[in-house]
């Protein structure tokens, strides 16, 4: 799961780059220091701010994700032994626990 700490770093590292490339950019074509600067710094805050967002609204679209086979067991309480059987069937069904030929685990 993406938390939103994480949509902030990659966000902000993502336009370090950015910001690297259009301050050389605006200023070959500026040469002004100062021009650069409030043109770099007004993009990123407008680019930053969308990125973020755009992260956002993408991880509440469920297009393109697969459900985890896990995902439908309620894990925030002290799981009972039928809810536990349930987990390990779906474990034997992915092949993450082996049956060998006697029926064992």
């Given at each position: 799961m993406e938390t939103k700490k994480r949509s902030i770093v990659k966000s902000i590292t993502w336009r370090v780059t950015g910001i690297v490339i259009?301050?050389?950019?605006?200023?070959?074509?500026?040469?002004?220091?100062k021009e650069t600067g409030i043109i770099t710094?007004?993009?990123h805050i407008i680019m930053v701010t969308l990125y973020y967002l755009h992260?956002?609204?993408?991880?509440?679209?469920?297009?393109?994700?697969?459900?985890?086979?896990?995902?439908?067991?309620?894990?925030?309480?002290?799981?009972?032994?039928?809810?536990?059987?349930?987990?390990e069937e779906k474990l034997r069904e992915m092949g993450h626990i082996k049956v060998d030929s006697s029926g064992n685990n």
């Open positions: 259009l301050l050389l950019i605006a200023y070959l074509i500026t040469g002004n220091m710094v007004i993009f992260e956002r609204i993408w991880i509440k679209i469920n297009w393109g994700k697969e459900e985890h086979p896990l995902a439908d067991i309620d894990i925030s309480k002290k799981l009972s032994s039928k809810e536990i059987e349930e987990i």
